[in-house]
């Protein structure tokens, strides 16, 4: 019924940036908060930063001032904009989104995860 498709990952330098992105499709009705999560290998899934509807953005401690976060709500798509990358950043990332769909359900949504490397 809706499916989140992540794009944009690949390997980068340290110090350098990447723009993931998240589109939503599928009987949506509305799209309430859209978020990012990432998951190193042996790590549980962490969570970046997330965004409302309205525009109210809320960042983990470990990329406040690295990475932002928007969306298009004409496109149902979130970004994650990712600067001064560190090896540490180097995870699978996830998209994530509070949906209702067009029978008045409400569920949370999962991507299928990007792979995010970053060399050192």
């Known amino acids: 019924q809706v499916q989140l498709v992540e794009s944009g990952g690949g390997l980068v330098q340290a110090g350098g940036s990447l723009r993931l992105s998240c589109a939503a499709s599928g009987m949506i009705f509305s799209i309430r908060r859209m978020g990012w999560y990432r998951q190193a290998p042996g790590k549980q899934r962490e969570y970046i930063a997330a965004?409302?509807?309205?525009?109210?953005?809320n960042y983990a401690d470990s990329v406040k001032g690295r990475f932002t976060i928007s969306r298009d709500n004409a496109k149902n798509t979130v970004y994650l904009q990712m600067d001064s990358l560190k090896s540490e950043d180097t995870a699978v990332y996830y998209c994530n989104a509070d949906i209702t769909i067009i029978d008045g359900s409400w569920d949370d949504y999962w991507g299928q995860g990007t792979q995010v490397t970053v060399s050192s």
């Open positions: 965004i409302t509807s309205p525009g109210s953005t």
